[in-house]
T-cell receptor, first 115, second 115 residues
């Protein structure tokens, strides 16, 4: 499968624990995005990378959230001291090229449940 | 700030009838507009996009969408709906003026096509 891959698919964690998600974009895609989706809502932008540089972070992204893309390939999203409000589907997407007109391809997401 | 509105939470049509899913947008510059579809337990799949040129764009699975600048709309259409088109549909926008790569999504419209 050459699509965007996300792991794990599901994660249940206790409140206060740290979690880390991984995203492997489509090969050679230089841009990588993280979104969060809650039930009944559209995906909400969190952050995005161009190669290894993190170019934009949403103001909604608290300091408990951090993302990296160390070599411009895979990316990780870490949530520290999880809260019940962090329960959501976390989506990763990637796109290729320099034009904002290129479409992004999404992974199947990681569903986080904080208990 | 860019935003998208999908005024209908649900659309119900009979198989074989035309399907329309409405979307209006707000950007400070010119928009790049996208439609995605989400099936249960699947990631978002790209359907079509408007970048420039012809206001009527055609996409996957027989879908098309019409860009209307004066009404700031980008409605998704299919002449003859299938039961398999039942899914959650999202409209999204990028703001060309700010060369912005993040997508802003609407809340989604659930389409149900009855046999």
């Amino acid at each position: 499968d050459t699509g965007v891959s996300q792991n794990p698919r599901h994660k249940i964690t206790k409140r206060g624990q740290n979690v880390t998600f991984r995203c492997d974009p489509i090969s050679e895609h230089n841009r990588l995005y993280w979104y969060r989706q809650t039930l009944g809502q559209g995906p909400e932008f969190l952050t995005y990378f161009q190669n290894e540089a993190q170019l934009e972070k949403s103001r909604l992204l608290s300091d408990r959230f951090s993302a990296e893309r160390p070599k411009g390939s895979f990316s990780t999203l870490e949530i520290q001291r999880t809260e019940q409000g962090d329960s959501a589907m976390y989506l990763c997407a990637s796109s290729f090229g320099s034009s904002p007109g290129t479409e992004a391809f999404f992974g199947q997401g990681t569903r986080l449940t904080v208990v | 700030a860019q935003s998208v509105a999908q005024p209908e939470d649900q659309v119900n049509v009979a198989e074989g009838n035309p399907l329309t899913v409405k979307c209006t947008y707000s950007v400070s510059g010119n928009p790049y507009l996208f439609w995605y579809v989400q099936y249960p337990n699947r990631g978002l799949q790209f359907l079509l996009k408007y970048i420039t040129g012809d206001n009527l764009v055609k996409g996957s699975y027989g879908f098309e969408a019409e860009f209307n600048k004066s009404q700031t709309s980008f409605h998704l259409k299919k002449p003859s709906a299938l039961v398999s088109d039942s899914a959650l549909y999202f409209c999204a926008v990028r703001d060309l003026r700010h060369n912005d790569y993040k997508l802003s999504f609407g809340a989604g419209t659930t389409v149900t096509v009855r046999a």
